[in-house]
């Protein structure tokens, strides 16, 4: 599928799916003319970053763990550990306050 379709498939802009593919996170394959093809596993990565964006990780975050997560289809992956507890030491601390 080219970039257009899957933006539409995922709600997610063209200009962040440039951005995706500049940091790591998604690797179309680039046909004669230049232009990407995605396969549709492309579809299931894009929904777990914006889940991971929304989460409030970085894109620099989300590249360090994500073949990990989709591999194992979510299950659990050392390399998330440490995210996790940051991003939730972070949340508590302003409810502590």
């Given at each position: ?22 940091q790591g996170l998604i690797t179309p394959q680039r046909q004669p003319n230049g ?33 990990c997560v989709l591999q194992n289809k979510e299950a659990f992956c050392a390399e ?18």
């Amino acid at each position: 599928m080219k970039i257009g379709e899957l933006s539409r498939l995922t709600g997610v802009s063209i200009r962040s799916l440039r951005h995706y593919e500049k940091q790591g996170l998604i690797t179309p394959q680039r046909q004669p003319n230049g232009y990407r093809e995605f396969t549709p596993l492309a579809v299931e990565t894009v929904e777990t970053i914006k889940l991971y964006l929304q989460l409030g990780l970085t894109t620099e975050q989300i590249a360090g763990f994500l073949t990990c997560v989709l591999q194992n289809k979510e299950a659990f992956c050392a390399e998330v550990m440490p995210v996790y507890r940051q991003k939730l030491a972070e949340s508590t601390d302003g409810f502590w306050s």
